[in-house]
């Protein structure tokens, strides 16, 4: 799924943007609410005051559920890395009950599939549809290479568990794959953050406004409030944009996999070779 134009601007250039139209609109509502001083009594300042103290609300209840939406998505991101990395490791252990030569060309191909899984430059880029099909594609292709060396080892009669464990474990691997590409895909609404945007600018707006009614133009007041509503959004579209900004998933434990598959193969395959050298 390709994503929206709002979801591929960077989160600063969205802030920035609607921190400067704060600014302005507040502003121009200052100077809407001078012209309109000199004809607005006690009874109509009030009345906007208590209109102007809705649209805060209303910034505030928008701004609280956003942020939750945003940081639930990160939340489920985050739990499925771990799990992903938790179902490799399994697989990786499991691996080693496979004779050789099978066993072997497993490892390999498991080595292939964590690599490709835990490929840093790609998971901080922002591919297009096309690279991620393409990305998923070699990921199934290495997948089905796995899982018919297992099948045809049981298909030979190899019943011990781990090597059975190794066909759940690996329909498992495919489905955390499938469900990460999911989650990436999965941003909080365009329409939403819209709303979003339209009510800061609005209630920027109405407490210009509501100072140029009073003649008081709250600079300290605007300021707060531009930069408060600012660093909210931007946390909220960084939580949103898993691949950008300052807040990213962590891949640590994928890497960590990478890491012990290496090692693993390295220290079998050294032991391995001084058995066939002492057996000369």
């Not at 072997?104 to 790609?122: C, I, K, N, S």
């Amino acid at each position: 799924m390709e994503l929206t134009w709002l979801h591929r601007q960077d989160s600063w250039v969205l802030t920035l943007v609607l921190m400067a139209a704060m600014l302005v609109l507040a502003e121009l509502g200052y100077r809407a609410g001078q012209r309109r001083h000199s004809y607005t009594g006690d009874t109509g300042r009030g009345h906007f005051n208590a209109a102007q103290a809705s649209m805060l609300g209303l910034l505030a209840l928008l701004l609280g559920f956003t942020f939750n939406m945003s940081s639930l998505r990160y939340e489920a991101r985050r739990q499925l890395v771990q799990e992903d990395a938790n179902v490799l490791t399994a697989i990786g252990l499991r691996s080693w009950f496979l004779p050789d030569p099978r066993g072997t060309e497993f490892r390999q191909l498991l080595g292939q599939y964590v690599a490709m899984r835990a490929d840093v430059a790609f998971l901080k880029s922002v591919p297009t549809g096309e690279e991620l099909a393409s990305r998923f594609a070699q990921g199934q292709a290495l997948y089905r290479r796995m899982y018919h060396l297992v099948q045809t080892e049981v298909q030979n009669g190899n019943t011990i568990n781990p090597v059975q464990d190794l066909v759940s474990l690996l329909s498992d691997a495919l489905a955390i794959h499938e469900k990460r590409i999911n989650a990436y895909e999965s941003r909080v609404p365009d329409v939403i953050l819209m709303l979003l945007f339209g009510a800061a600018v609005t209630a920027s707006a109405a407490v210009g406004y509501s100072g140029g009614l009073g003649k008081h133009r709250g600079l300290l007041a605007t300021a707060m409030l531009t930069l408060l509503v600012g660093g909210t959004v931007y946390t909220i579209l960084a939580l949103d944009q898993p691949r950008r900004g300052l807040i990213q998933i962590e891949q640590t434990p994928l890497l960590r996999v990478q890491q012990h598959l290496s090692q693993d193969m390295q220290t079998n395959g050294s032991e391995g070779g001084a058995k066939e050298e002492a057996s000369r």
